[in-house]
Structures are given as C-alpha cells and as structure tokens.
C-alpha cells in the first residue's frame, strides 16, 4: 500500500499569518525523503491553504508524484492542464465546510465531470473522482472514464459504535473489490490516523491512502520525518 502525504495544513499554517513560513514545498520534500510514495494538496477555489505559487514550484521539485485536489471547474481544470501534475483527484467543494465532507454525486454531476476528466486526460494526466463507499460508484466512476477512484473513509474515522463501524467498513471493503474487479486503481483517504488505518491498510484492494493532518499533528511533537516515518511502519506491519 502506497501513502501519499496531504501537506494542506502545513500551507494552512503559513496563511494563518500571511506570511512565508511553513513552505508547503519544503515539506514535500521531506516526507519524500522519509519514504512518502507521493505528495497531495487541494488547490480551493479560496486559495484558503494551497495557492497557485505551491503548485508550480510542487511540480518542479517533486521526485515521486503530485497529486492535485481540485474541484470540476473550468479554472481548475485551466490551471491542472496548464500545470501538468501526475495526477488530479477530483473532490466536492464548499465554501463554508473546514475540510471535504463527503464524496461526488457522480450522477448529478456527469455532465460536468466527464468533459473535465476528458480535458485532463487529453494532457496525459490520470484522473481520480473521489467517492462515498458504495460500490455502485465504481461502476459510475468507470462509466464516466475515471483512471481510478478514491473511496471517502471519512465516515469511518468518525463513527464511535462498533457495530456501525464494522458496517461502514464492510461497505469500503465490497467498493474496493468493486474497483480492482473493474481494473481501476483503488485509493482511499480522509480522517484516516495512526490508529484508524490499521484495517484499511489491512485490505488488500486498496492500492494508496492519502493522510494529512493526522501527520501534521504528529509532527508538531515529533518532527515531519519521524511523523511520515512512523505512518509508514504502522502500514507495512498491517499490510504484513
């Protein structure tokens, strides 16, 4: 299992006092060197965190693969074609939510999505739509010609009850299987921390997860290295 580093809250950090430290593309590098298979960051219409400066420096300096968040908009889209990352991750956008909360309406939102990830494609850039675990996505993400999906896990990390969490569980399993028996790739991400990934890391469908603030949080006490570090164990020995 890959781990890809969402560095949006280092960037949060920095423009809490408009400022220019912490540099999100410092940090890339780091948790690169610690071992990170790739590096995530969610360019908002806002610019609350990750601004267009990021991106382009990101694409010049790292080593691994960029992954760029971004909502199905025609600017997105422009700066995405025009930049060229690996890959892009298309996500729902709200202006008022603190973090995203929840997947793509693939169906409502076809008629908007498809001409973005033809366009994307179209620059050789591969395409993931970000999805609630069902695994009737799948099949929609594939209709609509994603290159792979990322199943949100972020009602996962939040349920308390055992029963409730083994269902939701369930549900991420069967979308996984869903996804390899259908030849797309299969990421995960959202909430996920040093405890929670466990059983994901532990379902073998699942190719990568993208993990940010729990990392940055670690990291304020033990450094980004030992932060990414320590990540990386937890899942080699579960996947093990």
């Known amino acids: 299992m890959r781990l890809c580093i969402n560095i949006d809250h280092i ?19 780091i948790c690169e060197l610690a071992g ?7 360019l908002r219409e806002d610019r609350r965190h990750i601004i267009d400066r990021d991106i382009r420096l990101l694409k010049e300096t790292v080593k691994t693969k960029l992954d760029l968040e971004m909502a199905a908009t025609d600017e997105m889209v422009k ?20 973090t995203t ?28 739509v970000f999805i609630e675990p069902h695994p009737e996505n799948v099949d929609m993400a594939l209709e609509i010609g994603a290159d792979m999906s990322e199943i949100h896990t972020g009602k996962y990390a939040l349920i308390k009850d055992y029963n409730d969490r083994v269902a939701e569980l369930d549900k991420i399993r069967q979308t996984a299987k869903t996804g ?20 994901i890391a532990n379902m073998q469908d699942i190719d990568e997860v993208s993990i940010g603030h729990s990392i940055i949080a670690r990291a304020v006490f033990v450094g980004l290295h030992q932060a990414v570090t320590e990540m990386i164990s937890i899942i080699r020995r579960a996947r093990q």
Do not use: F, W
């Open 11 to 29: 960037a949060t950090l920095r423009q809490a006092r408009k400022e220019e430290e912490p540099d999100p593309v410092l940090a890339a590098g």
């Open 36 to 42: 990170a298979d790739g590096i995530v960051c969610h």
């Open 79 to 98: 700066i995405a074609c025009s930049i060229k990352p690996y890959m892009v991750t298309l996500v729902p956008e709200k202006r008022q939510e603190l």
């Open 101 to 128: 909360e929840g997947g793509l309406d693939l169906a409502a939102m076809e008629l908007k999505i498809s001409p973005a990830i033809d366009k994307l494609q179209e620059q050789e850039i591969k395409v993931s």
């Open 180 to 199: 390899k028996e259908l030849g797309l790739g299969v990421n995960a991400g959202h909430g996920l921390n040093y405890l929670n990934i466990i059983a």
